[in-house]
C-alpha cells in the first residue's frame, strides 16, 4: 500500500497474528509488532473478560477475542502466550481453527514440557516453534507490557527436528525485527540453561523470603526496614506472577531438581566453611563470582551502573 | 565562625572526626560530613598508601595519614570504616592516643563481634557505640563513595549498657544530618536481623554465582547471554568486596548457621514440592511474598519501578 508520499511500503512479515494471552510478555508482543509493522493484524485473545476489556481500552490489537478458536482463524501466526500450565487446553481448543502453514509458538520458559504438550495436537500442515524471550520484569498484565522490553534481549528457538527452514526463518526475523537476538538449541538444552539462570534463581529468591517471613525472632517490619542490606533485590523477584511461577517449575522438574541439588551441595560445602573458620575458601568463591558479573555487563545484559542506578551521586 | 555576610555559622557537631578506611563506606561519610559541615575537621587514615594517596587527590579530608594513632588524636569522633577484621589490630594501635571524652564508633556489619574484639583495648573515658549503616552498593574503594548513599537508609546503633546517652545523641545526630534514619538495639538483636536480610542474601548470591560457574553442560557464555531471567541480579550482590564478606561470615557464624539451616529446611521443603507436584503449596508461598515486597516499596526501601527501572518504556 502507499504511504502519504507515495511510496510503497514493505508488506507486513505476517498477514494475521494471534496472541493468546496478554500479560505482560503477550501485550509487549502486541505493542512491538504494531510499532514495527509486523502484522497486517493483530487478534489478541484472552478468555479473562477483564484482560479483554482492557486491551481493548490499551488499542492493542485491531481485534479482541475471548474464544480462542474463533481469533485463530487465517492467522499465519499464532504465539501462545499464556502460562505453561495452559497449553494443553488451549492447544486443544485452536487445533482444529488452525490455517494450514500457519507457524504455531510460544513464548514460555520451559520447553521440552510445551513440546510434550502440544505436538500431540497439531494439525498437518502447522510449522510448531517453541520459543522463549528472555526478558521480563516482575510486573504482570496487559499494563505491564512496553514495546522495547526485548530489545538487546536474546530469544530461544526450539524447533523440533525436522521443522521447516524457511518457517524458523520467518519466526527468526519476527524476533529479530522486535529488537532480539535470536539463538536456536534443542528443548533439553534450553531447560537446564534456563534452570540456572532463571528457575533457580526465582526459587531461592521466593524461599528466602518465605523465610524471612516466617523468622519469630526478626519481625516482618524489621526485614523490610532493613532489606537495603541485600534483600530487598530478592523481593524484586519473588514477586513475580504466582501462576506462571508455579507452571515453570511443575513443568521443568528434571532440570530444576537436578540444578538444585548441585546448589544444594555447593551450599552445604560454603556453611561447613563458616563453621570451621575456612576464611580462604569464603574468600576463593567471593573473588571468581566477580568475573561472571564483569562478563555480564560487557555483553549489555545489565547496567554497569552501582546499585542498578538506584542510588544517584550527587557529587 | 563568621560568613560572608557576616552571619554566625554553627559550631560543627564535632571538632575532629577520623574515619579508619576509607572504602565506599568511609569515603561516603567523608563526602556527607564535609557537605554537611558537621566536622571541623575531618582526617582520613588508611594502611594503604594507595588508597591514602587516591583520598588525597580526591580532596575527601582535611588532612591524610596511614598511621592510625597518629590520626586520631585530638579526635573526638573516631569510626572504624576497614573490614570487620581488621577491628582488633586497629583497637590495639589507636587505644593509647584516643583522647578522653572520644566517641569511637564503627560502620560494621556485625556488631557482637566488634563488642568483643575492640572492648578490650578502649581506654577510661572513651564512648564505645558500635554503629551499621545499612546502606551501600557492590562497588568498593574511594571512588565508590557518594555523599547521599545514607539518605533515607537505616543506621543501627548498639551502645552497650551504661552507655552515656549524651554520647549516644551526639552520634544519633551525626547520622541524622547525613540523612539516614536511626535505631537502637542490642548487637545480638541486629546480628539475627542483618543475618536475614543481607549476609544469607549474600551467602547465597555468591552461592548460585559459584555453582553457575561449575556446571559442565551450561557454559559460562550461556549463563551470561541468558542472564536477564534473574540470575543477573544475582550477581551484582555477588560482586560485593571478597575480603569485607570473608570477614563478615567469619565473625557472624552463630546467626548465620542458625537461620541458613531454617533457608536449608525451607528450601528442602520446596524441592520436595516441587518433585511430587504439589503446585497448591507452590502457589501459596509464591503468593505470599508479595505482601513482603509491596511493604519495602511502601517504606520506601525500594523503588516501584519495575525491574528496578532498567527497562525504560517508549510506549
Known amino acids: 500500500m502507499p504511504d502519504q508520499l507515495g511510496q510503497a511500503l514493505p508488506a507486513p512479515l505476517f498477514k494475521s497474528v494471534a496472541l493468546i494471552g496478554l ?6 508482543i502486541a505493542r512491538a509488532a504494531k510499532h514495527k509493522n ?33 481469533g485463530v482463524r487465517d492467522c499465519d501466526l499464532v504465539i501462545l502466550c499464556a502460562p505453561v500450565g495452559a497449553n494443553v487446553a488451549i492447544a486443544q481448543q485452536i487445533a482444529a481453527s488452525l490455517t ?20 500431540p495436537y497439531l494439525p498437518e500442515g502447522a510449522h510448531f516453534i517453541p520459543a522463549h524471550p528472555v526478558a521480563g520484569t516482575e510486573q504482570s498484565g496487559p499494563d505491564a507490557g512496553f514495546a522495547t522490553l526485548f530489545m538487546n534481549r536474546w530469544c530461544i528457538l526450539t524447533p523440533p527436528f525436522g521443522t521447516s527452514p524457511e518457517a524458523v526463518d520467518r519466526l527468526r526475523a519476527f524476533w529479530e525485527m522486535i529488537g532480539a537476538n535470536v539463538e536456536i538449541m534443542s528443548p533439553e538444552h534450553h ?3 534456563l534452570a540456572i539462570t532463571s528457575h ?58 537436578e540444578i538444585l541439588g548441585r546448589f544444594q551441595e555447593d551450599l552445604f560445602s560454603l556453611q561447613r566453611a563458616i563453621r570451621w573458620g575456612e576464611g580462604d575458601k569464603l574468600f576463593d568463591l567471593f573473588t571468581r563470582t566477580r568475573a561472571i558479573r564483569r562478563g555480564i555487563v560487557e555483553q549489555g545484559q545489565e547496567t554497569a551502573a552501582p546499585d542498578f542506578g538506584r542510588t544517584r551521586p550527587e557529587s
Do not use: C
Not at 494450514?100 to 505436538?119: E, Y
Not at 523481593?235 to 530444576?256: C, G, H, Q, Y
Open 23 to 28: 500479560g505482560l510478555i503477550g501485550s509487549s
Open 200 to 257: 533457580i534463581p526465582h526459587l531461592i529468591a521466593y524461599n528466602i523470603v518465605g523465610t524471612a517471613a516466617d523468622l519469630e525472632e526478626v519481625t516482618q517490619s524489621e526485614v523490610m526496614k532493613f532489606s537495603a542490606g541485600g534483600f530487598r533485590d530478592f523481593t524484586r523477584i519473588a514477586a513475580s506472577d504466582p501462576t506462571m511461577w508455579r507452571d515453570i517449575f511443575l513443568n521443568n522438574k528434571e532440570a530444576v531438581l
Open 38 to 70: 509486523l502484522a497486517g493484524r493483530i487478534v489478541a485473545i484472552d478468555n479473562n473478560p477483564d484482560v479483554a476489556a482492557r486491551v481493548r481500552e490499551l488499542a492493542l490489537a485491531d481485534s479482541v477475542e475471548t474464544d480462542a478458536a474463533l
Open 191 to 193: 531447560d537446564r540453561v
Open 100 to 119: 494450514p502453514g500457519v507457524i504455531l509458538s510460544d513464548v514460555g520458559s520451559v520447553k521440552t514440557a510445551v513440546v510434550r504438550d502440544v505436538s
